[in-house]
């Protein structure tokens, strides 16, 4: 655990020390920036207009292709168990975490005719850890296998898209696509349980254009567990049969989204969401395993800005149906305030408040908030930390139960840096125990869950290069029981490149 205090300790540090030189070099007579990112003149190597990379991204009038690569380092600690202890053995600290992920994707886009494109993309990533896996690396299922075999690729993008479609304002995209709706806080992770490895949906996506302004999707959704349902990945991993990408179920799913924007910048958001889920297969070796469920959403968004500084998102999200037996009423909503100071470090201060309704352990019923395709570290709950701290109340990445209340600042110290915190105070909607196996021990009472700290600095000088430096704190409340009372941290340093 010293070693991780250390590193968090270094990586805060290090961020201090740059916000304030980066402040202390930033232009202040600069006029106010625009949301848009401002290109340096200089530019990088791979962005030079080179005929290697013409031909790479143009080989021909009918393909153009893509690469980009994302490295990520990671330092954890006490991410399932808020225990310092648990998983100690003979005095080795194996609950921090150290560990290493590699993604490389290679997308291609073939013009089959004016309207009509078929589109891939392979993804692969393996994972590492530390070079002393015995001493800070637990042998956690979520983690095993992943000791630089070089594992599998998979096809995360394989569609045929119609523009035009039946000579109507209407784009057809039909197979696997990454599909985001509004935020993405009910709709942008179609696979969840391979982390940020893929995030794509099965679909077929129909897009309308009703007006310049007015847009409708209606979209099917069949999703399976097992990775080898469509398609199997290359060099599948001999060992572990398959690597599910669901929460442990097969599903269904049928979305209607309007969308409207109006002349004044107003964004207007109704949906309709059905949402089957069958446990799978995979599911009956794990616990928590899959649910058994019909749940429909009805929901709406408002977002926009109130004048030159003031701004605003609004969600409310309502639920009905059945979900292992029981009926099914949850409630759900999300909501962000922005005030901007339009200078020249873009200063901007905002506040949030979010509502996932838990379930009554008094109720026959089950009032617990479904966050359908929404299990993924959303930033405005606390990074990536908040994606491990509720896997043992439902699924790793889920978050549900909670009463939110978020401040948060960001500003540009440069054209090319983003400094970002925030901090939130989480509670628990309702009390529920959970027992055995979990590793965290639960109050009966109590609600308050605790303080999430994140910090972000982002690097952003071009389109082609991007990273940043990033870390969420967590301090326990009174809803955690000893010994799941010590604090956790998840401190991450991310490396994109886009070719």
Known sequence: MKSGKV????VIGVMVAGMASFAAAADTAQQAR???????QAKHWHENDSEFMKNFHNPTDWLSMGLDIRLREVYASNLFSLNDQWGDTDGKELNNYHWQRYRTRWSTKWALTDDVTFNSRLTWEFWGHGSNPEDDFTPYPFFAERNYDFDEAIFDNLNLQFRNAFDLPLTLTVGRQDIILGTGWLV????????????FFDAIRAQYDLSEKTKLDLIYIQQYDDEEEYLKPFNHHAVQDRRHLTQK????????????????????EVYYIYK????????????????????????GRLAGPLDDNWSYSAEVAKQWGDRNGASLQGLGTNNKLMYSFNDSLKNELHTGYEYLSGNDPDSSGDEQFDTLWGDWPQTQRGGDLQSYLWTFEGALGEVTNLHRLGFGHSFKPSEVWTIATDYNLLWADENSEYGSPAPMTFSSGD????????????????????????????????????PSTDDAYFARVNVEWTF
């Open 7 to 10: 590193i968090a300790g270094f």
């Open 34 to 40: 625009t949301e848009a990112y401002v290109q340096p």
């Open 188 to 199: 942008l992770d179609g696979t969840p349980g391979d982390g940020s490895r893929t995030i």
């Open 249 to 268: 179920g097969d599903e269904r799913g049928f979305i209607g989204y309007l969308t409207n924007k109006t002349d004044s910048g107003q964004q207007q």
């Open 276 to 299: 089957n889920e069958e446990a799978s297969d995979w599911a009956t070796t794990y616990s928590p395993g899959g649910q058994n469920a019909d749940i429909h959403t009805i929901g």
């Open 447 to 482: 609600n308050f869950r605790g303080q999430m700290i994140s910090a972000i600095a982002t690097y952003s000088c071009c389109k082609n290069f991007k990273t940043h430096f990033m870390l969420d704190y967590f301090i326990p409340g009174t809803y955690y029981e000893s």
